[in-house]
């Protein structure tokens, strides 16, 4: 179980880094066909508009993860949760948010099924 949450964190991670977020091709193959997201209005997005949304991304966006933990819910399926930090280089400004993926294995791989994220409120220094 080790080696799957290490792979399906790493298949996290590259989601979240710039150059992927500029692949469309890769953003393609790592979203499943069927992927939608609950999105922080509420509303949900499909795979089209996520991987628009990703290629117009702010690049002074840096991204880090803690307290990834997966649970096995199938030999196909994979939910993951952990909280990511996502930091803008150019103002400093950091929001946290705690990260919900569903990951299914595809002939392909794994793809991201499903993901939603809930803001969380940095307290004050």
């Known amino acids: 179980m080790e080696h799957l949450s290490q792979q399906i964190k790493a298949l996290e991670e590259t989601l979240l880094r710039r150059h992927t977020r500029l692949d469309r091709k890769m953003l393609q193959n790592l979203l499943h066909d069927d992927f ?18 990703l290629l ?25 949760n ?14 946290r948010s705690m990260r919900s993926s569903l990951w299914k294995k595809t002939a392909a791989g794994w793809a991201m099924l499903f993901h939603q994220g809930t803001s969380l409120e940095l307290a004050d220094s």
Do not use: H, P
């Open 82 to 95: 952990y909280c990511a930090e996502k930091m803008n280089s150019a103002n400093g400004i950091i929001k």
């Open 36 to 53: 939608e997201e609950v999105g922080a209005s509420g509303n949900i997005v499909t795979k089209a508009d996520a991987i628009e949304w």
């Open 56 to 80: 117009r991304e702010d690049d002074n966006t840096q991204w880090s993860l803690s307290g990834f933990r997966i649970r096995q819910l199938s030999n196909e399926l994979v939910l993951a």
